[in-house]
């Protein structure tokens, strides 16, 4: 049992480039969720999904987009890279039985640090 | 909107010492409570949550933390601390009813020897 796995585990992209983070999760979790990690800052939610199938925009979405075509992977794209997505990028994933009411546990990856030059 | 405030960006204490940080929120309805660490290089791991029911919660590794609503405080308290506590740890809340996790910017603890 994995639990969240995040592929790859840093990257150096240049400004205008793109490029797609995966995130797979073997606990048969309904909710996923992506967050960027900034110092200072916390965690910040970008995207989310709430089961196959479907997505959702987080707090800070723009120049990001997302797709759970399979329950199990959420992936995260960036079409045109910016210095301001330099950041440490986090998967999680929650069961969703308690998500609607707010009490699950989020599991999360162990990130991906990203570099935009 | 909820807001999470976690009073002091860097926490230093001695080996054995008592470990207290802090975490208010800004909330007229009392959310879910949580308190997540983050070691080196890894990702967040949840240490404790208040959802109902005893307001002193206990967590992994000798943590506990109380919520006190009248103080819209849960403040996260360990009585010895250990070198392996060094960490940065994450106060959340969650709004009842709802599921978006807001996370405070995190208290980066040190332990001296």
């Known amino acids: 049992n994995a639990g969240v796995t995040q592929t790859p585990k840093f990257r150096v992209l240049k400004t205008g480039q793109s490029m797609t983070l995966l995130c797979a999760q073997d606990?048969?979790?309904?909710?996923m969720y992506w967050y960027r990690q900034d110092p200072g800052m916390g965690l910040r939610l970008i995207h989310y999904s709430v089961g196959e199938g479907t997505t959702a925009k987080g707090e800070v979405p723009d120049g990001y987009n997302v797709s759970r075509l399979k329950k199990q992977n959420f992936l995260l794209g960036l079409e045109s890279a910016a210095p301001s997505q330099t950041s440490v990028y986090f998967c999680a994933s929650s069961e969703g039985q308690g998500a609607r009411w707010g009490t699950d546990t989020q599991y999360f990856g162990p990130g991906t640090r990203l570099t935009v030059l | 909107a909820q807001s999470v405030t976690q009073l002091g960006s860097h926490v230093s204490v001695s080996e054995g010492a008592l470990v207290l940080l802090r975490c208010n929120y800004s909330s007229s309805v009392p959310p879910y409570l949580f308190w997540y660490v983050q070691y080196p290089n890894q990702g967040l791991q949840l240490l404790l949550k208040y959802t109902t029911g005893a307001t002193l919660v206990k967590g992994i590794n000798g943590f506990e933390a109380e919520f006190k609503k009248s103080e819209t405080s849960f403040h996260l308290t360990k009585p010895s601390a250990h070198m392996s506590d060094a960490a940065e740890y994450f106060c959340?809340?969650?709004?009842?009813?709802?599921?978006?996790?807001?996370f405070g910017a995190g208290t980066r603890l040190f332990v001296k020897a």
């Open positions: 606990m048969n979790h309904e909710y």
């Open positions: 959340a809340v969650t709004p009842t009813g709802g599921f978006k996790t807001i």
